[in-house]
C-alpha cells in the first residue's frame, strides 16, 4: 500500500524535524536568555494578568477622536529621534489583535462577526461564545471538536471519522464552517495551531452568513501579522505515544509593514488500535498599511492530513430485539474495519486578501477576497451492512462490514465587500452595514462501493477479532454511488442598521438577498440538471441596557437550506423540484458583566426547521415536504476572571430537540434527534498559584443521548474530568502537563449512527515544552 510504502520517508522526516525543532529552541531560548530587553518584556507579561482596558469605542468616542487633528507621520518620526531611548516601531494603523477587541486571556469583549461590525458582545443580540487561544492553550486541545465541548448547545458528531461535524441546536452541519468570516465548507478536519480564537455564534443568521447556519455557525479567527512581535515554538508529546511541533514568529518590518509565520507538524497514534494520524500546515500572513487609515493583509494556509479513518464500534442487539440497544461491550481500543484500507488524505489551500479602509467621514469599507482549493479522499471498511446493519449479534458471534470511498474535491472563490456608514440623525444614532458577496464553488463528487474478494458488498466477522484483511476491489456501482460534477455561482446583497434610541435601548433589523444557481453534471450519462433558489433572510434584535454591564435582548432570525444539502454535491430530479428547508429561531437572552472581566450570559430560545424532505411512497426519488423538527432549549455560559488569579469558561445547556413531523417510517414525531443530550455541563477553571505554577481542573458532564433519530441505541451518560499543571520556569521556558480523563472513565464521546459509536479516551497523559523569546 501507498501509506506502508512511505513510511520509512515519513520516519526519516519525523526524526530529522524532531531533533532540529529542538535544537532550535533550545538555542533560541539562551539566545534569549541573553537579551534583557527580551527577559523584561516575557517577565512582566507571564507574571501578571493582563486586565482589559479598551473597550469598543463608542461613537461620542470616536467622533471626538476624529474631530482632533492627527499628527503628521513626520511630525511623528521626530518626536521617535528625540527620545531618550529607541522606540521598537509601529503600524500605524494596526492594533494587536487582542486590543482590537479586548481578549484577555479566556475573555473576549468584542466582535465583528456577529454584526460585521465590531461590536461589544454585550451588545449582540445572539448567543455568541468565544474560545480564546490562551483556553486552546492551557486545555491542550488540538481539535475544533473538542473544542466545542464547552460550548453550550454544541455536540461532537464522529463525522465518519474524516471531518469536523457539529450538531449545533439540534442540527447536524458539516459544512458552517468559516474562516475569518469567509465560508470554509469542505469536509475536513481543520487544525487550531494558527488560532487567536474561536467564535461559535448560535441560531440561524443568513443575514450575515448566507444560506445554511441552521443552528448556528463556527468562524476561525487567525493569527495575523498585526506588529506585534512574537516567536514561540513548542513540542508536545502524548503517551500513544507521538509528537507534535508549532512555530509562530512575527513582528513589525517597519511602520507600513508586518510579517507572520505559523507552522505545525504532528505525527501521532491513537488509544484506537491501529489508528495513525501524520500532518502539517503553515500559514504565512502579511499587513501592509501605507497610512492612518488604509490595511491589506495577506494570508495563505496550506493543510496536509492523512490519517486512518476509523468508526468507532457497534451496537449488540438485546434479546427480543428490546430497544433501545446499547453500545456492544468491548475494549476502548478496538478496530473494527481493515485499517490498511481505512484511510483519509485531504490537502487544503486557502488564499486571503482582505482591504480595508475608513474613509473618517463615518465610512469605512472592508473587502475580502479568498480562494481556496480542496483535495480529499477517503476510504472506510467499517461496521455496517447485512441483516443487522452492521450490528453484533444476540450471542455476540458475529458482525458485518461494509466499505466505500469518496473522492470530494472542490475549490472556492468568494468576494465579500462590507461598507458601514456611523450617523446622528436626530435623536438616534446608526452604524448602517451594506454590501455584497459573489462566490463560485465547483468540484467533483465520485463514490465507489467496496466487494470483498471483488463479489459481495458485506462480510462478516467476529466481533471479539473484528480486523479484517480481505482483498477489497472498489467500484462505482453506476446507480447509488455519486459521480458528478457541480458548479454553483451566487450572489447576495445585505443591508443592516444598528440603531442607538437612547443609552437604554438598541435596534437592529436586517435583510439580505441570495441568488443560489446550482448545476449539476452526471459524468456517466452526461445528464446536466440545475436548480434557483432566490433566498430572502431577515434579522431583528433588540437590546435593552437599564445598567451600562447589564443587557436584555430579543432576536428573530430566518435561514434557508437550498435542496441539495449542506455539502450541495449533486441534484436528482426529486431535489430539483424540492424547495429549500427553512429555519426560524426565536430567543431571549440576558448578558451581564459581572466585572468588567467576568461574563455571564444565558438564553432561550425556539428553533422551528420546516420543508423536511421525507421520501414519496408512491412517487419513487420523489419526496414529501412535511418533515419538520423543533428544539427548545436554555443556555448559560460564564466567561473570564473571577480574580486575577482564577479564570474559568464553561456552561449548561438543556437541549430539547425532537422530531415533529414523521420523517420516515422509523424517525417518527416525538422521537429525540440524535447525538443531542438533554442536558450538557462543562467547565474549565485555571488557577494561577504564584507567577511559577499554575494549574487547571475541568469537567464535561453528558447525560444520555441516541445515536441516531430513529432513537434504536442510547449511548449512557458519562462524566469526564482533565486536569493540567503549568510551569513557567522563566521569561523563556514554560512546559505544562496536561491529563484528559483524569479518573480513567469508561465512556461512548459520540457517534455515526447506530452502528459506529465511538469509545472515548482513557486516560492519557500530554506534555509540551514552550521557548518564547
Same mark, same amino acid.
Given at each position: 500500500?501507498?501509506?506502508?510504502?512511505?513510511?520509512?520517508?515519513? +520516519?526519516?522526516?519525523?526524526?530529522?524535524?524532531?531533533?532540529?525543532?529542538?535544537?532550535?529552541?533550545?538555542?533560541?531560548?539562551?539566545?534569549?536568555?541573553?537579551?534583557?530587553?527580551?527577559?523584561?518584556?516575557?517577565?512582566?507579561?507571564?507574571?501578571?494578568?493582563?486586565?482589559?482596558?479598551?473597550?469598543?469605542?463608542?461613537?461620542?468616542?470616536?467622533?471626538?477622536?476624529?474631530?482632533?487633528?492627527?499628527?503628521?507621520?513626520?511630525?511623528?518620526?521626530?518626536?521617535?529621534?528625540?527620545?531618550?531611548?529607541?522606540?521598537?516601531?509601529?503600524?500605524?494603523?494596526?492594533?494587536?489583535?487582542?486590543?482590537?477587541?479586548?481578549?484577555?486571556?479566556?475573555?473576549?469583549?468584542?466582535?465583528?462577526?456577529?454584526?460585521?461590525?465590531?461590536?461589544?458582545?454585550?451588545?449582540?443580540?445572539?448567543?455568541?461564545?468565544?474560545?480564546?487561544?490562551?483556553?486552546?492553550?492551557?486545555?491542550?486541545?488540538?481539535? !475544533?471538536?473538542?473544542?466545542?465541548?464547552?460550548?453550550?448547545?454544541?455536540?461532537?458528531?464522529?463525522?465518519?471519522?474524516?471531518?469536523?461535524?457539529?450538531?449545533?441546536?439540534?442540527?447536524?452541519?458539516?459544512?458552517?464552517?468559516?474562516?475569518?468570516?469567509?465560508?470554509?465548507?469542505?469536509?475536513?478536519?481543520?487544525?487550531?495551531?494558527?488560532?487567536?480564537?474561536?467564535?461559535?455564534?448560535?441560531?440561524?443568521?443568513?443575514?450575515? +452568513?448566507?444560506?445554511?447556519? &441552521?443552528?448556528?455557525?463556527?468562524?476561525?479567527?487567525?493569527?495575523?501579522?498585526?506588529?506585534?512581535?512574537?516567536?514561540?515554538?513548542?513540542?508536545?508529546?502524548?503517551?500513544?505515544?507521538?509528537?507534535?511541533?508549532?512555530?509562530?514568529?512575527?513582528?513589525? !518590518?517597519?511602520?507600513?509593514?508586518?510579517?507572520?509565520?505559523?507552522?505545525?507538524?504532528?505525527?501521532?497514534?491513537?488509544?484506537?488500535?491501529?489508528?495513525?494520524?501524520?500532518?502539517?500546515?503553515?500559514?504565512?500572513?502579511?499587513?501592509?498599511?501605507?497610512?492612518?487609515?488604509?490595511?491589506?493583509?495577506?494570508?495563505?494556509?496550506?493543510?496536509?492530513?492523512?490519517?486512518?479513518?476509523?468508526?468507532?464500534?457497534?451496537?449488540?442487539?438485546?434479546?427480543?430485539?428490546?430497544?433501545?440497544?446499547?453500545?456492544?461491550?468491548?475494549?476502548?481500543?478496538?478496530?473494527?474495519?481493515?485499517?490498511?484500507?481505512?484511510?483519509?488524505?485531504?490537502?487544503?489551500? !486557502?488564499?486571503?486578501?482582505?482591504?480595508?479602509?475608513?474613509?473618517?467621514?463615518?465610512?469605512?469599507?472592508?473587502?475580502?477576497?479568498?480562494?481556496?482549493?480542496?483535495?480529499?479522499?477517503?476510504?472506510?471498511?467499517?461496521?455496517?451492512?447485512?441483516?443487522?446493519?452492521?450490528?453484533?449479534?444476540?450471542?455476540?458471534?458475529?458482525?458485518?462490514?461494509?466499505?466505500?470511498?469518496?473522492?470530494?474535491?472542490?475549490?472556492?472563490?468568494?468576494?465579500?465587500?462590507?461598507?458601514?456608514?456611523?450617523?446622528?440623525?436626530?435623536?438616534?444614532?446608526?452604524?448602517?452595514? +451594506? &454590501?455584497?458577496?459573489?462566490?463560485?464553488?465547483?468540484?467533483?463528487?465520485?463514490?465507489?462501493?467496496? +466487494?470483498?474478494?471483488?463479489?459481495?458488498?458485506?462480510?462478516?466477522?467476529?466481533?471479539?477479532?473484528?480486523?479484517?484483511?480481505?482483498?477489497?476491489?472498489?467500484? $462505482?456501482?453506476?446507480?447509488?454511488?455519486?459521480?458528478?460534477?457541480?458548479?454553483?455561482?451566487?450572489?447576495?446583497?445585505?443591508?443592516?442598521?444598528?440603531?442607538?434610541?437612547?443609552?437604554?435601548?438598541?435596534?437592529?433589523?436586517?435583510?439580505?438577498?441570495?441568488?443560489?444557481?446550482?448545476?449539476? #453534471?452526471?459524468?456517466?450519462?452526461?445528464?446536466?440538471?440545475?436548480?434557483?433558489?432566490?433566498?430572502?433572510?431577515?434579522?431583528?434584535?433588540?437590546?435593552?441596557?437599564?445598567?451600562?454591564?447589564?443587557?436584555?435582548?430579543?432576536?428573530?432570525?430566518?435561514?434557508?437550506?437550498?435542496?441539495?444539502?449542506?455539502?450541495?454535491?449533486?441534484?436528482?430530479?426529486?431535489?430539483?423540484?424540492?424547495?429549500?428547508?427553512?429555519?426560524?429561531?426565536?430567543?431571549?437572552?440576558?448578558?451581564?458583566?459581572?466585572?468588567?472581566?467576568?461574563?455571564?450570559?444565558?438564553?432561550?430560545?425556539?428553533?422551528?426547521?420546516?420543508?423536511?424532505?421525507?421520501?414519496?411512497?408512491?412517487?419513487?426519488?420523489?419526496?414529501?415536504?412535511?418533515?419538520?423538527?423543533?428544539?427548545?432549549?436554555?443556555?448559560?455560559?460564564?466567561?473570564?476572571? !473571577?480574580?486575577?488569579?482564577?479564570?474559568?469558561?464553561?456552561?449548561?445547556?438543556?437541549?430539547?430537540?425532537?422530531?415533529?413531523?414523521?420523517?420516515?417510517?422509523?424517525?417518527?414525531?416525538?422521537?429525540?434527534?440524535?447525538?443531542?443530550?438533554?442536558?450538557?455541563?462543562?467547565?474549565?477553571?485555571?488557577?494561577?498559584?504564584?507567577?511559577?505554577?499554575?494549574?487547571?481542573?475541568?469537567?464535561?458532564?453528558?447525560?444520555?443521548?441516541?445515536?441516531?433519530?430513529?432513537?434504536?441505541?442510547?449511548?449512557?451518560?458519562?462524566? #469526564?474530568?482533565?486536569?493540567?499543571?503549568?510551569?513557567?520556569?522563566?521569561?523563556?521556558?514554560?512546559?505544562?502537563?496536561?491529563?484528559?480523563?483524569?479518573?480513567?472513565?469508561?465512556?461512548?464521546?459520540?457517534?455515526?449512527?447506530?452502528? $459506529?459509536?465511538?469509545?472515548?479516551?482513557?486516560?492519557?497523559?500530554?506534555?509540551?515544552?514552550?521557548?518564547?523569546?
Amino acid at each position: 500500500m501507498t501509506n506502508v510504502g512511505c513510511w520509512v520517508a515519513r +520516519f526519516g522526516r519525523r526524526s530529522f524535524l524532531l531533533s532540529t525543532s529542538a535544537v532550535v529552541a533550545f538555542g533560541a531560548g539562551m539566545l534569549a536568555n541573553s537579551s534583557s530587553t527580551f527577559a523584561q518584556e516575557s517577565r512582566s507579561s507571564d507574571t501578571t494578568l493582563p486586565k482589559v482596558t479598551i473597550d469598543a469605542p463608542t461613537q461620542t468616542q470616536t467622533r471626538r477622536r476624529r474631530a482632533s487633528t492627527a499628527a503628521p507621520r513626520t511630525v511623528r518620526s521626530s518626536r521617535q529621534v528625540a527620545a531618550s531611548a529607541p522606540t521598537p516601531k509601529h503600524m500605524p494603523s494596526v492594533n494587536s489583535q487582542d486590543a482590537k477587541t479586548g481578549q484577555s486571556g479566556y475573555i473576549t469583549q468584542s466582535i465583528t462577526t456577529a454584526t460585521r461590525t465590531n461590536t461589544p458582545l454585550i451588545n449582540v443580540p445572539q448567543s455568541v461564545t468565544v474560545l480564546t487561544k490562551e483556553f486552546i492553550k492551557d486545555t491542550a486541545i488540538l481539535s !475544533i471538536g473538542e473544542a466545542t465541548r464547552y460550548v453550550p448547545g454544541v455536540i461532537y458528531h464522529q463525522g465518519e471519522g474524516h471531518r469536523d461535524d457539529l450538531v449545533i441546536r439540534g442540527q447536524r452541519t458539516n459544512a458552517d464552517f468559516f474562516t475569518n468570516g469567509i465560508r470554509d465548507d469542505v469536509q475536513y478536519f481543520r487544525d487550531v495551531y494558527n488560532l487567536q480564537r474561536l467564535e461559535v455564534l448560535k441560531g440561524p443568521n443568513a443575514m450575515i +452568513f448566507g444560506r445554511g447556519g &441552521g443552528g448556528g455557525v463556527v468562524n476561525r479567527v487567525l493569527k495575523e501579522a498585526d506588529g506585534t512581535s512574537v516567536r514561540e515554538f513548542t513540542v508536545w508529546g502524548n503517551s500513544y505515544p507521538g509528537a507534535r511541533m508549532t512555530a509562530d514568529i512575527g513582528q513589525a !518590518i517597519n511602520e507600513n509593514w508586518a510579517a507572520r509565520f505559523n507552522a505545525m507538524y504532528e505525527n501521532t497514534s491513537s488509544y484506537r488500535d491501529f489508528v495513525h494520524l501524520d500532518r502539517w500546515a503553515v500559514n504565512p500572513t502579511v499587513t501592509f498599511a501605507p497610512n492612518d487609515t488604509t490595511t491589506v493583509k495577506l494570508s495563505y494556509e496550506h493543510l496536509h492530513d492523512n490519517r486512518t479513518v476509523d468508526r468507532g464500534v457497534p451496537s449488540q442487539i438485546r434479546p427480543g430485539n428490546a430497544f433501545p440497544r446499547f453500545p456492544y461491550d468491548t475494549s476502548s481500543s478496538t478496530f473494527f474495519g481493515n485499517p490498511l484500507l481505512s484511510y483519509a488524505i485531504a490537502d487544503v489551500d !486557502i488564499g486571503m486578501a482582505i482591504i480595508e479602509h475608513d474613509f473618517e467621514n463615518g465610512f469605512a469599507v472592508r473587502n475580502a477576497t479568498q480562494a481556496a482549493n480542496y483535495n480529499k479522499f477517503y476510504q472506510n471498511v467499517f461496521p455496517g451492512g447485512g441483516a443487522n446493519a452492521g450490528a453484533v449479534n444476540l450471542a455476540g458471534t458475529s458482525s458485518n462490514l461494509s466499505s466505500y470511498n469518496n473522492e470530494t474535491d472542490r475549490s472556492n472563490l468568494f468576494n465579500r465587500t462590507d461598507v458601514t456608514y456611523k450617523f446622528d440623525a436626530g435623536l438616534t444614532r446608526h452604524t448602517v452595514l +451594506f &454590501g455584497g458577496e459573489l462566490g463560485r464553488q465547483s468540484g467533483l463528487n465520485y463514490r465507489q462501493s467496496g +466487494f470483498f474478494n471483488g463479489v459481495d458488498s458485506t462480510i462478516t466477522v467476529d466481533p471479539r477479532n473484528p480486523v479484517s484483511y480481505v482483498p477489497v476491489t472498489f467500484r $462505482n456501482n453506476g446507480t447509488t454511488d455519486a459521480n458528478n460534477t457541480y458548479n454553483l455561482n451566487l450572489g447576495a446583497a445585505f443591508l443592516q442598521d444598528q440603531i442607538e434610541i437612547t443609552r437604554y435601548l438598541q435596534l437592529i433589523a436586517g435583510v439580505r438577498f441570495d441568488h443560489f444557481d446550482l448545476s449539476s #453534471r452526471d459524468r456517466r450519462t452526461g445528464v446536466v440538471l440545475g436548480r434557483v433558489d432566490d433566498l430572502v433572510s431577515p434579522r431583528a434584535g433588540i437590546v435593552y441596557k437599564p445598567i451600562d454591564n447589564l443587557s436584555i435582548y430579543g432576536s428573530y432570525s430566518v435561514s434557508y437550506l437550498p435542496s441539495a444539502g449542506d455539502q450541495f454535491s449533486a441534484l436528482s430530479p426529486g431535489l430539483v423540484i424540492a424547495p429549500p428547508e427553512k429555519f426560524v429561531n426565536t430567543e431571549i437572552g440576558v448578558k451581564y458583566d459581572i466585572v468588567p472581566r467576568l461574563q455571564f450570559a444565558a438564553a432561550v430560545y425556539d428553533l422551528d426547521r420546516t420543508n423536511q424532505r421525507i421520501a414519496d411512497p408512491v412517487n419513487i426519488g420523489f419526496f414529501l415536504l412535511n418533515g419538520q423538527t423543533k428544539t427548545r432549549g436554555f443556555e448559560a455560559s460564564l466567561a473570564g476572571y !473571577i480574580t486575577d488569579a482564577w479564570q474559568v469558561t464553561g456552561g449548561y445547556s438543556y437541549t430539547d430537540a425532537r422530531i415533529a413531523n414523521n420523517l420516515s417510517a422509523t424517525i417518527v414525531a416525538g422521537n429525540r434527534v440524535g447525538l443531542v443530550p438533554y442536558n450538557t455541563f462543562s467547565v474549565w477553571n485555571k488557577y494561577q498559584f504564584d507567577p511559577m505554577w499554575a494549574g487547571g481542573i475541568g469537567v464535561i458532564h453528558y447525560s444520555n443521548f441516541f445515536a441516531s433519530s430513529d432513537n434504536t441505541v442510547r449511548l449512557p451518560e458519562f462524566t #469526564r474530568v482533565d486536569a493540567a499543571v503549568i510551569l513557567t520556569l522563566n521569561p523563556t521556558w514554560r512546559a505544562q502537563l496536561n491529563i484528559e480523563n483524569l479518573f480513567d472513565q469508561k465512556y461512548f464521546s459520540t457517534a455515526d449512527g447506530n452502528n $459506529n459509536l465511538m469509545p472515548g479516551s482513557p486516560r492519557v497523559f500530554r506534555l509540551q515544552a514552550t521557548a518564547r523569546f
